[in-house]
Antibody, heavy 118, light 106 residues
């Protein structure tokens, strides 16, 4: 059973760079059976897909965030990461990581809250 | 990429059937998934590949997808089913979420 755990800074100032990590247990990040995604939910709003990374390193990003996002995988640590530059208050959200299995986000981490405030 | 539209809210009486729609251009040509999201918790996958239920999801949850509309149906709705529900599909390698539907069990 895959388990995921997000970790992040909690609070950032506008214009800073967000770095989040998703630690994967119960499975290998280089298993070709699935790939990995980041999703977020701003307060009072719906779910928004940020992007995905395949075991090969191939990435796909939400067009609305593409210029600021980088997702990468680290097989040696069995984790994958999200980097979001130039954050603003609009990036305040709960950030989730999830494996994509059978075209669906099958298991979700507990989420990590990010607040962007000066 | 296409948009997925859901009604903002749906109300149902306990024991009755709730249906939540998700509309998108040619949505039936791709697979739809549904997620249940309760306050303070992580989303839970309840339907994938249009109608399949993950292990542990009650049989009262079912799904369909045809034409431009996917539908999540909850039969014999229980108070514990009160939550936000999101549909999701893929446009090539881009994931799209619907805006979410708040299900109220009155």
């Amino acid at each position: 059973q895959l388990q995921l755990q997000e970790s992040g800074p909690g609070l950032l100032k506008p214009s800073e760079t967000l770095s989040l990590t998703c630690i994967v247990s119960g499975g290998s990040i280089i298993d070709s059976s699935f790939y990995w995604g980041w999703i977020r939910q701003p307060p009072g709003k719906g779910l928004e897909w940020i992007g995905s990374v395949y075991y090969s390193g191939t990435t796909y990003y939400n067009p609305s965030l593409k210029s600021r996002v980088t997702i990468s995988a680290d097989a040696s640590k069995n984790q994958f990461s999200l980097r979001l530059t130039s954050v603003t208050a609009a990036d305040t959200a709960v950030y989730y990581c999830s494996p994509v299995i059978g075209n669906a986000f099958e298991t979700w981490g507990p989420g990590t809250m990010l607040t962007v405030s000066s | 990429s296409f948009d997925l539209s859901q009604p903002p809210s749906v109300s149902v009486s306990p024991g009755q059937t709730a249906s939540i729609s998700c509309s998108g251009d040619k949505l039936g040509d791709t697979f739809a998934s549904w997620y249940q999201h309760k306050p303070g918790q992580s989303p839970v996958l309840v339907i994938y590949h249009d109608y399949k239920r993950p292990s542990g999801i009650p049989e009262r949850f079912s799904g369909s997808n045809s034409g431009n509309t996917a539908t999540l149906t909850i039969s014999g709705t229980q108070a514990m089913d009160e939550a936000d529900y999101y549909c999701q599909a893929w446009d090539s390698d881009i994931a799209i979420f619907g805006g979410g539907t708040k299900l109220t069990v009155l």
